[in-house]
T-cell receptor, first 112, second 111 residues
Framework: GQQVMQIPQYQHVQEGEDFTTYCNSS?????IQWYKQRPGGHPVFLIQ?????EVKKQKRLTFQFGEAKKNSSLHITATQTTDVGTYFC????????????FGQGTILTVHP | SQTIHQWPATLVQPVGSPLSLECTVE??????LYWYRQAAGRGLQLLFY??????ISSEVPQNLSASRPQDRQFILSSKKLLLSDSGFYLC??????????FGQGTRLTVV
């Protein structure tokens, strides 16, 4: 079945440093989505990428979708304490219509 | 606008007791519905997903079951809870392959 792997599991940074999390799928994806979960909260949608090689930006966040549509990354420039939380990628694709499979998430800690 | 209701927010249940968690969606038709479980500090494990009434796909063998008696209602159940069933249960919905919207979650502790 479809598997989505995400690394690293944990990342500790000093405020102002950059952060990147990577996502890899065992199968070609129709799209990739990114979510953020604050401590004690529920995942909240950030963005969706659909096209091969697509790059999207949201302020300090840059999202990329690989050419083969099997990998993706989220990069945060100059982290702030408000960036703390768990970042998840999630994908749908292949014959698994309607099935949204999440990666394990990267827990980001930002030290002031 | 679309909303999702999930209850209760917290639940403490003894081992061997039954479980019923309910999730309802408003403002959309024929959504995809999901139940996820999250252990503390861990990722989201897909338990069940449904693309229509009565259509339930189970992702992992377990002590739980799901039902979708109405288009916008998704129920997670167990006949006898185990200690290992403790966790944070999240219901979510989406339409086609667009973003998923999550409920507030139920924190279940089995004692």
């Amino acid at each position: 079945g479809q598997q989505v792997m995400q690394i690293p599991q944990y990342q500790h940074v000093q405020e102002g440093e950059d952060f990147t999390t990577y996502c890899n799928s065992s199968t070609t994806l129709s799209n990739i989505q990114w979510y953020k979960q604050r401590p004690g909260g529920h995942p909240v949608f950030l963005i969706q990428l659909v096209k091969s090689g697509e790059v999207k930006k949201q302020k300090r966040l840059t999202f990329q979708f690989g050419e083969a549509k099997k990998n993706s990354s989220l990069h945060i420039t100059a982290t702030q304490t408000t960036d703390v939380g768990t970042y998840f990628c999630a994908g749908t694709g292949g014959t698994s219509y309607g099935k949204l499979t999440f990666g394990q998430g990267t827990i980001l800690t930002v030290h002031p | 606008s679309q909303t999702i209701h999930q209850w209760p927010a917290t639940l403490v249940q003894p081992v061997g007791s039954p479980l019923s968690l309910e999730c309802t969606v408003e403002g959309t038709s024929n959504p995809n519905l999901y139940w996820y479980r999250q252990a503390a500090g861990r990722g989201l494990q897909l338990l069940f997903y449904s693309v229509g009434i009565g259509q339930i796909s189970s992702e992992v063998p377990q002590n739980l079951s799901a039902s979708r008696p109405q288009d916008r209602q998704f129920i997670l159940s167990s006949k006898k809870l185990l200690l290992s069933d403790s966790g944070f249960y999240l219901c979510a919905w989406s339409v086609e392959n667009t973003e998923a919207f999550f409920g507030q979650g139920t924190r279940l502790t089995v004692v």
